[in-house]
């Protein structure tokens, strides 16, 4: 009886434990499925996050490449807004340069001609008288006066011709250095400037310029239209 006894309790103890290690096994089970359900869920949104973060990079590289050439598009567009920027100092200075020789030239001119017009009026207006009733006149001071006359008239209307031919000319051809086709062609200069610039390049510069075109062919004109003017008003005073 007593090995019966015990041997009962040892299967008791046997069956408890089994059930037990079977329900310990079962949660273990069980709180292992649950977290690898979790760990695979997990990891779906880890895949979802790398989704998601390949498809950033992406649009960030996107970014970078429209950035990078937005900054190109916009330095070209600072190029061609500083070299209009010059080019429309060009085209002021060009109009200042123009109006100032052509004020000069209108000067001289209007001056010439007044002082010829006043020296041939007092030439026709001077009486002249027989030298027989009035013996005090001499005619070599008549001479010398014509001559002094001929001389200040044929100075101050060359003078006047001259200046007036050069200024049809400078306001025909002044506006033609700062055309649209000037403009654009400097333009085109300047941008490709900027793209193959190298170190020591020097910037582009108009091409043609009226102070090039009154220094080649107006400075000697304008001298010596100046000098029979600066010699003309001498003889005038002389005359008078």
């Known amino acids: ?23 310990l096994s079962r949660t273990y089970r069980e709180e292992e499925r649950s977290w690898r359900g979790e760990d695979r869920e997990w990891r779906a949104q880890d895949m979802d996050f790398r989704v998601e973060e390949r498809d950033w990079w992406h649009l960030e590289h996107l970014w970078r490449q ?33 109006e100032e020789k052509s004020e000069q ?10 002082i010829g ?30 001559a002094t006359t001929a001389l200040t008239v044929g100075l101050m209307l060359n003078s006047m011709v001259l200046c007036s031919f050069m200024l049809c000319s400078i306001l025909r ?26 170190s020591g390049d020097k910037p582009p510069l108009p091409k043609r310029s009226f102070e090039r075109h009154w220094e080649t062919r107006c400075e000697d004109d304008w001298r ?14 002389v005359n008078i």
Not at 105 to 114: D, E, G, R
Not at 135 to 145: D, K, N, V
Not at 224 to 237: D, K, Q, S, W
């Open 117 to 146: 017009g006043f020296a041939v009026v007092a030439f026709v207006e001077l009486q002249f008288h027989d030298p027989e009733t009035r013996p005090s006149q001499s005619e070599a001071l008549i001479t010398a006066y014509a």
């Open 1 to 23: 009886m007593p090995y019966r006894a015990s041997e009962l309790a040892s299967e008791v103890a046997q069956a408890f434990l089994t059930a037990l290690d079977t329900s």
């Open 66 to 98: 429209e950035n990078r050439k937005w900054r190109l598009e916009d330095i070209e567009q600072r190029v061609l807004e500083n070299a209009r920027w010059v080019w429309l100092r060009y085209a002021e200075k060009n109009r200042r340069d123009v």
């Open 173 to 198: 051809n002044g506006k033609t250095y700062v055309s649209e086709d000037e403009e654009a062609e400097y333009l085109y200069r300047c941008r490709r400037f900027a793209l193959e610039f190298t």
């Open 105 to 114: 030239l209108k000067s001289i001119s209007n001056l010439s001609a007044l």
């Open 224 to 237: 010596h239209a100046f000098r029979m003017f600066t010699c003309g008003v001498p003889v005038f005073m």
